[in-house]
DNA sequence: GTCTATAGTCTGATAGAC
DNA sequence: GTCTATCAGACTATAGAC
């Protein structure tokens, strides 16, 4: 039986891992500091979960369901440019309120997404290729530019990601203010010319 | 004095650094793999370089002329649309020719840019700051859409660094192929319509 | 369930022979 | 200059008291 102390700490040792891992990646993130910031002891934190690779494939899983959402919403029978730039704002909306799960995910690519398993590499994959396949479609159709539709995906991706990825390099150009300003308004600009037929 | 001998050797070991601490990150990488990498003993490598830290910030150091030099070529008499297109043709160029340093630079803003030095932080600001600055003259003259000069340093950055930072991911949705297949084609169709006025 | 103590391993760096 | 040997500290994980 799970008492509500066990998932209240389950869920803390989970936030911290998430803080730790996504700024240090997996190796340089150390139980000590993921048991301080979980305000637990070390041994506490392995009684919950069975290693430290545990407590990473945890997070990754739990990261796919919120990760792959916005593509899964895809709609093939709705109007192109709206589907696309809908899609768009909500990856950006994860770089806004997910950012530590952007990062933990891009340094895990990073490093040849050596922990990233079967399951969502290749649920990832198959739908990018039906997602493509529905591009292509709109495409064949006139009712979108001839674009590569696996570059159209990688471009949202890389566009959205990079304000929570490179955060930290924006903030220190920008003085300090949020990377986030302004990006809303500059990628619906860029996709309202990039998909106009 | 300097001989021969000692240059092949630190070009041996900073080139193992950079495969290994592109690939682990800073804290991930261990003296042993590079060590490895390099072909020789672990206190001979330590021999050429104080300390692990002493490496890292060789190869970011070394990392800052080759990372700003398409964008000081940027020319202020020139025309926008090919001055922008031909900044991110030689950005992506970077990633095909230097992805490694690409994923060193990404690894060290990914945590949070905490061994970047004031110079390299100073002197990539101050020339955004030029670049953008060049962007706002062509808009207010009305040879650019108006569009936020950061955000489209950004969005180059962005678009030209993933092919090499995600590479891992890309290959693996493309079935291994080379993650900058199209790539060109792509980038200049989107910057094409983005600027067009 | 949570703690202290610690085992066993890895890691950065140094000593000293050659 | 390069090696073997090794130190001191940090690390993951476990043992065992409570």
């Known amino acids: 039986m799970t008492t509500r102390i066990q998932m209240r700490n389950r869920a803390r040792i989970l936030d911290a891992a998430l803080e730790v891992f996504s700024q240090q990646g997996f190796r340089g993130a150390t139980l000590d500091q993921i048991a301080a910031v979980a305000g637990l ?23 796919l369901d919120v990760w792959l959402a916005p593509l899964r919403a895809l709609n093939p029978q709705g109007n192109p440019q709206q589907e696309i730039i809908g899609y768009m704002r909500r990856k950006l ?82 003085d300090g203010a949020d990377p986030l300003d302004g990006a809303d308004a500059y990628l619906e600009a860029l996709f309202t010319r990039l998909l106009a037929v």
Chains 1, 2 share one sequence.
């Open 93 to 174: 909306e994860l770089s806004r309120d997910y950012p530590r799960e952007s990062r933990l995910f891009a340094n895990e690519v990073l490093q040849g997404a050596p922990r990233l398993s079967d399951e969502i590499s290749g649920g990832l994959k198959s739908l990018v290729d039906d997602s493509a396949a529905i591009f292509q479609r709109w495409i064949d159709a006139g009712r979108l530019p001839p674009l590569d539709p696996y570059h159209l995906i990688f471009s949202i991706w890389a566009l959205t990601q990079h304000y929570a990825d490179f955060g930290a390099q924006i903030r220190l150009i920008r």
């Open 41 to 63: 002891s070390k041994p506490n934190i392995l009684y919950y979960f069975d290693s430290k690779e545990a407590m990473h494939r945890a997070l990754l899983d739990a990261l």
